[in-house]
């Protein structure tokens, strides 16, 4: 059984352009949450995707969007980068909802 | 005032020394996790619980719904428990279950 995987591991970018993130989750888990960490502060909810399906959202702006695949793989997709962007991007990947998270090792992005 | 409060927020401690954490939370949840994250960045679930107490090994947590109050316990603390520990509340409602994050509290165990 492979854990949750994230890709990359690091990435710069400079404002205004655009990134895609990658995570696969743990096998047989349907649902993927997406959260952003800044420097020194805990992560804050993004979006959740269960079953390919927009599940839930935090408190960002629609620029910040996703999708989730039939492998319930998920991308988080981030236009027009602000330098706030600057963060690690962490998913977690669960049987449900209600379930235990298992997190990935994170994407350290770095807008310039 | 965040919706999911940790104590403290940086905490130094002897080898061998008895640890607690605190988390207290002001919404309403279905369930509390205690993560683990190191340096690095990747977080590791520690406990999920609702109710009661859990252990493993050297780690104990306990919550009380009521007070809306949880803690987690490090018994004979070792340097290979630095790290950053954070408590997060499950929001859930409907189908929907989001995590509301503590910050964190930094543990620093000396030799």
């Known amino acids: 059984e492979t854990g949750v995987t994230q890709s990359p591991t690091h990435l710069i970018k400079t404002r205004g352009q655009q990134v895609t993130l990658r995570c696969s989750s743990q096998s047989g888990h349907n649902t993927v949450s997406w959260y952003q960490q800044a420097l020194g502060q805990g992560p804050q909810f993004i979006f959740q995707y269960y079953r390919e399906e927009e599940n839930g959202r935090g408190n960002f702006p629609p620029r910040f969007s996703g999708l989730q695949f039939p492998n319930y793989s998920s991308e988080l997709n981030v236009n027009a980068l602000e330098l706030d962007d600057s963060a690690l991007y962490l998913c977690a990947s669960s049987w449900s909802a209600q379930e235990t998270q298992y997190f990935g090792p994170g994407t350290r992005l770095l807008v310039l | 005032k965040n919706e999911v409060e940790q104590s403290p927020q940086n905490l130094t401690a002897q080898e061998g020394e008895f640890i607690t954490i605190n988390c207290s939370y002001s919404?309403?949840?279905?369930?509390l996790h205690w993560l683990q994250q190191h340096p690095g960045g990747g977080i590791v679930s520690l406990f999920m619980?609702?109710?009661g107490k859990k252990k493993h090994g050297r780690l104990i947590a306990t919550i009380n719904i009521q007070e809306k109050h949880s803690s987690l316990h490090i018994t004979a603390s070792h340097p290979r428990d630095s790290a950053v520990y954070i408590c997060?509340?499950?929001?859930?409602?409907?189908?929907?279950?989001?995590?509301?994050f503590g910050k964190g509290t930094k543990l620093s165990v000396k030799p």
């Open positions: 919404v309403g949840i279905s369930a």
């Open positions: 997060a509340a499950l929001n859930y409602g409907g189908s929907q279950g989001n995590l509301i």
């Open positions: 619980l609702s109710s």
